[in-house]
Structure formats: structure tokens, C-alpha cells
């Protein structure tokens, strides 16, 4: 499959890492020129390239929204159109203080509410948030089992496209329903959004 990565920081470097291993064309793009990325590159192999972030979607079949949580608007914008795009969405509220990680506000809509309206028209599915971007370049393969990646969506067959990624890198999908009645489950303060904890399918 083809993957269009936009983000280079930690999340979507693990991801791209996560992806290009399983064998799927990925185009990287951040907040540096695609040449500053040519190390980062390079490091992924072959199955890697650089763009801007209208070349990575134009690129991806799925593209991947991977940059931090006060960046979401900028990004979004810096795309002409994000109509009948598959999006994935693996964000979470954060934010980076001297204490270590705190949730955002994210107004008065839950997170992936939010973070779908900057992207109108899109297939938006949420996933891959609930691991630290450490976590997700590790083998997914543990105690027994296979790490679970949770899904929400209203598209079924665009969440069939997502599972058979995370399928494919080595975990295990789980769907969760739509993003009304699933994505709130696994959100930052959800019930399933333990970063410091595995979910594992035995």
C-alpha cells in the first residue's frame, strides 16, 4: 500500500519506520524542506521518500496525520483538499511541559471531533494512540501475543483498509464502531488510552 506520512517528528517517524518494515511505499513529509529529511530517509530504506505534505497525500492511498497537537491547524491547511482521503488519525491531546506530558484542552468537541473538522471531506479513522511512539517501534509481537491497535471510523471499508495495515506491521486490529461511539473509548482520559500500558491479543 501506499502511505503518505505527514509529520517527521517522533509519532510519525516511528510510524513510517512501522510501515516501511512491513513492506508499503511511504512519503514522509514535516515541518523541515524534503531535503532535510533525506537523512531520516535514507535510515528507513528503500521503501522511503520525501515530500512536501500535498505530495504525501497526494501520494497515499492512506494518509497519515502524525504531527503534534498544537500543529493539527497549520498542517490540515497546508493540504488544497482533504475530500473522498482516507485519513488516519493517531493524535492525542498533548502537550510537552518541564513536567512531561500534559492533555490539551481540546474546546468544547471531544479530540478526534476536532481534529476531523480541520480535514472536511475525508474518511477519517483514529488509531495507533494508544503507544508512545517508543512503543511502536518495538516488536508488536508480546507476551504471547500481538499488540492491539483500536480503530474507530464510519466508513467500513476505509477501517478494513487501516486494520489490514496494522495487520500487516504485525498487530492486532480491534474496531471500536464509529468515531462517535468508539473514538472517545481509547481518546487521551479514555478508558482504553493507557500509554504506559500494553493491550495484547493472545
Not at 510510524?15 to 512519503?27: E, I
Not at 528503500?46 to 500543529?71: I, K, P, Y
Not at 491547511?77 to 482516507?86: D, K, L, Q
Not at 464510519?154 to 468515531?179: M, N
Request: net charge negative; proline share 4%.
Amino acid at each position: 500500500m501506499t502511505v503518505g506520512v505527514v509529520g517527521a517528528g517522533r509519532l510519525g517517524s516511528a510510524l513510517a519506520g512501522v510501515l516501511t518494515r512491513a513492506g508499503h511505499q511511504v512519503k514522509l513529509a514535516g515541518s523541515r524542506t524534503p531535503e532535510k529529511l533525506a537523512a531520516l530517509v535514507e535510515e528507513l530504506g528503500a521503501n522511503a521518500s520525501a515530500g512536501t505534505a500535498q505530495e504525501a497525500a497526494d501520494f497515499g492511498e492512506v494518509v497519515v496525520l502524525a504531527v503534534q497537537w498544537n500543529q493539527k491547524e497549520s498542517t490540515a491547511a497546508s493540504v488544497s483538499s482533504w475530500r473522498g482521503r482516507t485519513v488516519l488519525v493517531p493524535l492525542n491531546p498533548l502537550r510537552e511541559t518541564a513536567g512531561g506530558l500534559e492533555i490539551a484542552d481540546s474546546g468544547d468537541r471531544p479530540p478526534t471531533e476536532a481534529v476531523a473538522s480541520l480535514v472536511p471531506g475525508a474518511l477519517v479513522v483514529k488509531g495507533f494512540d494508544t503507544y508512545l511512539a517508543q512503543v511502536l517501534t518495538e516488536d508488536p509481537a508480546v507476551n504471547g501475543g500481538r499488540r492491539i491497535v483500536l480503530l474507530a471510523g464510519d466508513d467500513a471499508g476505509v477501517k478494513r483498509r487501516v486494520a489490514d495495515l496494522a495487520d500487516s506491521a504485525g498487530f492486532q486490529a480491534v474496531e471500536t464502531g464509529t468515531l462517535a461511539e468508539g473514538a472517545p473509548l481509547f481518546d487521551s482520559g479514555g478508558p482504553l488510552n493507557a500509554l504506559g500500558r500494553d493491550l495484547v491479543a493472545l
